[in-house]
T-cell receptor, first 114, second 109 residues
């Protein structure tokens, strides 16, 4: 079974621009979560989508948004990029069954804002 | 509000010895606990988990211990191998997963 895929793997953007990242979950997984990883901060939860609806949201500004399509693929958008948005953005998919918490991660998109 | 703490940012252990990674949490509502391993340039990989109704779970060389009264989670790796060198994250779940900041484990040959 194919794993979680993320595109692109690397991205360089300029301050003020916007960016869209893509995630394809494991086949059959209906939940997709997004995380931001920066040095010393661990994985910070951005949001989770389930059946095309945002189910949970972390403490990030409104510049960070996402969506999920009917095939469970998800996109994340960051508008008006700031230098502090430079990070590894990770997507994780899950079966999202009651009492089942295991999430499976993609390789991430490394975003650099200059 | 840091609900999950991994107080040791790094740990070095001799090959063949036991590696012990620790995690403390404050939220009593967590009902599921997980460990992930991360290599550079890869996403985290699920390692082992334990539900709040248990205090121990084993999978091969990996054992996770949960002390609910102390709000403490630990991961034991025995024996440690060079391939275990990675960053380890603890994660806690109720409606979503909350991750610790990670501990970099280095196994010395």
């Amino acid at each position: 079974k194919a794993g979680v895929t993320q595109t692109p793997r690397y991205l360089i953007k300029t301050r003020g621009q916007q960016v869209t990242l893509s995630c394809s979950p494991i086949s059959g997984h209906r939940s997709v979560s997004w995380y931001q990883q920066t040095p010393g901060q661990g994985l910070q939860f951005l949001f989770e989508y389930f059946s095309e609806t945002q189910r949970n949201k972390g403490n990030f500004p409104g510049r960070f948004s996402g969506r999920q399509f009917s095939n469970s693929r998800s996109e994340m958008n960051v508008s008006t990029l700031e230098l502090g948005d430079s990070a590894l953005y990770l997507c994780a998919s899950s079966l999202a069954l009651p009492g089942y918490y295991e999430q499976y991660f993609g390789p991430g998109t490394r975003l650099t804002v200059t | 509000d840091q609900q999950v703490k991994q107080n040791s940012p790094s740990l070095s252990v001799q090959e063949g010895r036991i590696s012990i990674l620790n995690c403390d949490y404050t939220n009593s509502m967590f009902d599921y606990f997980l460990w992930y391993k991360k290599y550079p340039a890869e996403g985290p990989t699920f390692l082992i988990s334990i539900s709040s109704i248990k205090d121990k779970n084993e999978d091969g060389r990996f054992t996770v211990f949960l002390n609910k009264s102390a709000k403490h989670l630990s991961l034991h790796i025995v024996p440690s191998q060079p391939g275990d060198s990675a960053v380890y994250f603890c994660a806690f779940g109720n409606e979503k997963l909350t991750f610790g900041t990670g501990t970099r484990l280095t196994i010395i040959p």
